[in-house]
């Protein structure tokens, strides 16, 4: 093309009578500068401004905030043990009980004539088995016939203090000192057995916060461990807690465990209020010692325990995208398992504006940051 250019140009000068020196060094000069000035340009624009960070040894141990519910340590539902119509409920959520108070009690009128009932059988298997006896001592029955009246009256009479159980629970009592939580009967319901109609927590027992963990995270959580609570209704003031229980097995629908934290003694806490405990997690078990933790800027395409990050290689200023193995997302970054080796700088920002073998810059700082 220059060659072209050239024959063209010396034919035009030469004719207008420019001299051919002056054409010979044109033509010297095309060539440097299309092959000098376009590859700078290029490798000008090509640069990339980017922050980096470098990959640092991880301790393994974080803070997490998990949203829970107050609840108080005990709460008791409580129902009868027989069909029956309620006659009466004596309370209203949010009264308070003593022990042993009637809370509610059944209509026991079909509960006093199944009781009746049960004793006219008793007597009748009484009379039944004496009329046996007498008989088999005259010789006029034989042995299996008093058995079987015996038999008859033990039945009898386990029928009637079945019934007579019965009508003691057509009456609820409170199992302790404590609050109305909830009053899902009312009078003239049929109840059915073990159908809450009351529900009582118990005062003494305090007030814990539940939250639901998941379970790499309950597995790093030990009993007796401090928390942070901050509960909005009851202002900024965090309460001191501590983890009082961990449950043993998942939640079959969201596969989370029930973990308590204890909370101090405070007129204002209620069952149902919204808070949130922050817990000091340990590092998890078998995590590797060579792990490095990143900033969760510099990760992208991450999928199941892979992701991808650009490294930076400080001779040339070029990036080199690279496979990296993940663990658990902190609160301070995403934990490398594989494919790192400390101090090495990894792009946190603008990733997305970035190709393999790209050319990169480092962005300056702002002030006072």
């Known amino acids: ?41 290029a490798r000008a624009e090509a640069a990339v401004p980017v922050r980096v960070a470098a990959a640092a040894p991880a301790s393994g141990a974080s803070d997490l905030v998990v949203a829970g519910t107050v609840r108080l340590k005990r709460e008791t539902p409580l129902g009868f043990n027989t069909p029956g119509r309620i006659a009466a409920i004596n309370v209203r959520e949010g009264d308070r009980v003593a022990a042993g108070q009637v809370l509610a009690r059944l209509d026991t ?14 007597v009748r298997a009484g009379a039944d088995l004496k009329r046996s006896e007498d008989l088999f ?26 019934a007579g159980f019965d009508v003691t629970l057509a009456v609820l ?19 059915q057995p073990g159908q809450t109609v009351l529900t009582i927590g118990e005062l003494s027992q305090g007030f814990v916060l539940q939250v639901p963990l998941a379970d790499r995270d309950a597995a790093r959580v030990k009993l ?10 009851l202002g900024g003031t965090a309460l ?17 465990f029930r973990i308590e934290v204890k909370l101090p003694a ?34 992208f395409s991450a999928r199941a325990d892979e992701g991808f990050v650009f490294v930076l290689e400080p001779v040339t200023g070029r990036v080199r995208q690279r496979l990296v193995g993940l663990g658990a997302v902190e609160s ?27 050319v990169v810059t480092l962005a300056k700082t702002p002030a006072g940051r």
């Open 1 to 41: 093309m220059a060659m072209i250019g050239l024959s063209r140009l010396t034919r035009a000068q030469a004719q207008a009578g420019w001299p051919l020196l002056t054409v010979a060094a044109v033509a010297l000069l095309l060539p440097a500068c299309s092959t000098e000035t376009a590859p700078a340009k």
């Open 109 to 122: 009128t079909a509960l006093g004539a199944a009781q009746a009932s049960a004793a006219a059988e008793v």
């Open 137 to 162: 001592a005259r010789g006029w029955v034989t042995a299996a016939r008093v058995e079987q009246a015996r038999a008859s009256m033990a039945a009898a009479q386990a029928r009637a203090r079945a």
């Open 173 to 191: 009592r409170a199992p302790a000192s404590g609050v109305v939580l909830a009053r899902p009967g009312e009078p003239g319901q049929i109840a």
């Open 224 to 233: 007796g461990q401090p928390a942070q609570v901050a509960i909005p209704a």
């Open 240 to 256: 001191p807690g501590t983890v009082s229980e961990v449950g043993a097995r998942g939640d079959d629908g969201t596969g989370t």
């Open 266 to 299: 405070d007129a204002r806490l209620a069952s149902g209020q919204i808070g949130q405990a922050r817990l000091a997690l340990g590092a998890a078990a078998g995590a590797a010692a060579a792990s490095l933790q990143v900033p969760a800027t510099a990760v």
């Open 332 to 358: 301070t970054g995403v934990i490398v398992t594989s494919g790192l080796k400390p101090g090495e700088q990894v792009v946190t920002s603008g990733v997305d504006r970035l190709r393999d073998g790209q």
